[in-house]
């Protein structure tokens, strides 16, 4: 396997600020994430630095030197595949702390997804309740019972005045 050129991305949250890395960690590499910390550090003053090595596919001296001293600081390192926590490891000189999460985060991250899933539940509910016609309204009957439960459409009339409901 040969050693992809290293691609980051930066993530800045509420909480943490997030470097993912991806590709062979070279000097170059480490020089410019430095300089990306140090500029993105002025702003992000309080929050975490995580460092997510998990596609990471090697790394030289200066690169594990620059993920041992950032681990010192206080950086997280997140390492999720085999090989990444093997050179996180060896970065940082011993075994890597897995951190598991108990509860999803509580910075907002997962704000959105439980809006959705409450908003989906609350429609579900909604949507079991509603009467449905029986099968003998789906075949066309006129009988009075048939028309008053099921569910028509209504149209609206707009006119001057405002909408007018027609039925």
């Known amino acids: 396997m040969t ?11 509420p909480s943490a600020f ?3 890395l991806a590709g062979f960690l070279d000097q170059e590499g480490a020089r410019q994430l430095e300089e990306d910390w140090r500029t993105a550090s002025s702003v992000a003053r309080g929050r975490t630095l ?3 090595m998990t596609f990471v596919t090697g790394l030289d001296e200066s690169a594990s030197a620059l993920i041992a001293r950032w681990h010192r600081e ?7 595949s085999n090989l990444s926590a093997e050179l996180a490891e060896e970065a940082i000189g011993r075994r890597l702390e897995v951190r598991r999460v108990a509860r999803p985060a509580q910075d ?7 809006t959705s899933r409450s908003a989906i539940g609350k429609l579900a509910s909604l949507w079991s309740r509603v009467e449905r016609p029986s099968r003998a309204e789906n075949t066309g009957s006129n009988s009075a019972a048939a028309r008053k439960n099921s569910l ?10 405002g909408a007018k409901r027609a039925s």
């Not at 050693?3 to 949250?13: A, E, K, S």
């Not at 206080?74 to 999720?80: L, P, S, T």
């Not at 028509?152 to 001057?160: C, E, G, L, T, V």
Request: proline fraction near 5%; avoid cysteine; charged fraction near 25%.
């Open 74 to 80: 206080g950086a997280e390192i997140v390492a999720k």
């Open 3 to 13: 050693n992809q050129t290293l691609r980051y991305y930066m993530h800045d949250g």
């Open 108 to 114: 907002g991250t997962w704000l959105p997804f439980r």
């Open 18 to 20: 997030r470097f993912e």
């Open 50 to 52: 995580i460092v997510d």
């Open 152 to 161: 028509q459409p209504r149209s609206f009339d707009a006119s001057a005045d």
